[in-house]
């Protein structure tokens, strides 16, 4: 058993280091200009001695893929010649949230459409399932409310309708438009609230108008168990679950080709205040860091924690070292 889970986490580091070196190795060859934060994905993170005297406090939510992300930050800005603490374990967006406006962090990693549909009324069925549409949506409703929203992540958290990958060739699913005319012998597991959800049945049914022939609830930690044991036809992922990148040839999800589900983006959430303190190296090193951090990356580094048993920090600092933003 260990064997196996040390073959898996040199698995895990491995795609992760290839990933992240295709990433560099398209937006350029000319390894100077790149170091020295020139126009390659990764620009190496410069100590800047005038951020000696910033104070960060950098927060996230409290499950696996919201601590990854705090601590790529959190040591980015390190990097960067800031003095960083860490509040990793903050709970709920609302708690989240707060902890900002109240001085408790300097910033936290939030997801667009949780933003909108919890924090500013937004019907699901509105959040655009665009990433910069809702960015931009949700950062004027954060001015509003005295905070501000960097730019979002190239990958987005969101809902997904996931199969096994032998179900998806048998079936020739790629799209959730595949599914018309054949879902009607076919079984979808999610979670209890669904039934309501835009981004789960209530979407599939209104806006692809799609029929089930049954849906049940189930719990979510038993999205993938349904399918291994052959309960579900279909069940709903999420799009950074760790189980896509370690088995990627058992799992696949399907295309969401009417762009139906909200966007679930990363936007990192700051005050005015703490922007103007920290000086143009704050916004910068945030955005740069997060920019090698596609949908591949994401899933391999949740996957190196949550199946790997890696320490976040450990996990983020590999990161930030194989994309080049630190040594």
Known sequence: MKTKKRRARTGAAIVLTLILALLVAAC???????????????????????????????????????????????QALEAAGYSVKKDLNLGSETVARESVKTGQISGYPEYASTAL????????????????????????????????????????SANAVGTLRETAERLELETVSDLDGQSEDLSLYGSPECRQRIDCLAGLEQLYGLEFGSFRPVDIGLRYQVLDKGQADLSILFTTDAQLAAEKDKYVILEDDQEVFPAGNVIFVTTPEVVEEAGPDYEKTITDVQSGLTLPVMQE?????????????EVAASYLRSAGYTG
């Open 28 to 74: 350029g060859d000319d390894d100077d200009d790149t170091a020295n934060g020139g126009d390659g994905a990764a620009p190496t993170i410069v100590s800047n001695p005038d951020n000696e005297k910033v104070n960060l406090t950098i927060g996230s939510k409290n499950f696996t893929e919201q601590i990854i992300l705090g601590e790529i930050y959190a």
């Open 117 to 156: 549909t919890s924090f500013f009324g937004v019907e699901p069925e509105d959040v655009p399932s665009d990433a910069d549409e809702a960015f931009e949506m949700a950062k004027e409703d954060f001015e509003g409310e005295g905070l501000t929203a960097f730019s979002p992540t190239p990958f987005a």
């Open 301 to 313: 580094l949740d996957a190196r924690v949550d199946i790997d048993k890696e320490a976040p920090e």
